[in-house]
Each structure stands twice: as C-alpha cells, then as structure tokens.
Nanobody, 120 residues
Framework: VQLQASGGGLVQPGGSLRLSCAAS????????MGWYRQAPGKQRELVAT???????NYADSVKGRFTISRDNAKNTVYLQMNSLKPEDTAVYYC???????????????WGQGTQVTVSS
C-alpha cells in the first residue's frame, strides 16, 4: 500500500492551497483518512479527519478555514486550505486507516509528507 501526497508549496498569507493524497495497492477497505502536520521543532498534530461515511473532525486552529473531503471511488482524500497563515507552515502528512484483506484488522498507513510554506 502506498499513499502519495501532493499539492504543497509556497503561498502568501491569506492564500489557498489544495492537498491531495491517493492510496493505492492492495486495499480491501478504508475507514478514516486524514491529515496531520508537523512544524519545525514541534510535535506532529492532527489537522483533520474524515470517515468513510463523510463525518469530519478538525483541529480548532483550522476550523472555518480548512475543508477535508474524500473520493471513496478513488481512495483519495483532499484538504482545501484557505486563509492560510504563517503558523500553518509545516510538513503535512496524510494517513489512511485501512485493511488490505478481508481478514485483516485496520492499520494506519502514512504518506511521505508535503511541505506547505506560508510566507510573504
């Protein structure tokens, strides 16, 4: 199983970016998907999650600015980030809680990380 994240980059404060993360390989089913981030010198923190049924959860720091969504047919999760602030600068990691085979239990798989830099 591989998770390929894309969409990071450099943006000015107040700007927008859209991150994508596609899961591929031997996948039987995916439960939750989402995003964490890690800024330099800080611990990794949860940004947003979304269940297979579409229920979402956000960190307080991004509520009203970020929107998470997913395309179950494509095993892909998205993060629309608007009104970006310098404190949003971090490496963003996607994850998927999935099982590879029907007999498996669910496990977390991680993408490689994509850099988001918010600076003027």
């Amino acid at each position: 199983v591989q998770l390929q994240a894309s969409g990071g980059g450099l943006v000015q404060p107040g700007g927008s970016l859209r991150l994508s993360c596609a899961a591929s390989g031997s996948i039987f089913s995916i439960n939750a998907m989402g995003w964490y981030r890690q800024a330099p010198g800080k611990q990794r923190e949860l940004v947003a999650t979304i269940t297979s049924g579409g229920s979402t959860n956000y960190a307080d720091s991004v509520k009203g600015r970020f929107t998470i969504s997913r395309d179950n047919a494509k095993n892909t999760v998205y993060l629309q980030m608007n009104s970006l602030k310098p404190e949003d600068t971090a490496v963003y990691y996607c994850f998927a809680n999935l099982r590879k085979y029907v007999s498996d239990s669910y496990s977390n798989y991680w993408g490689q990380g994509t850099q988001v830099t918010v600076s003027s």
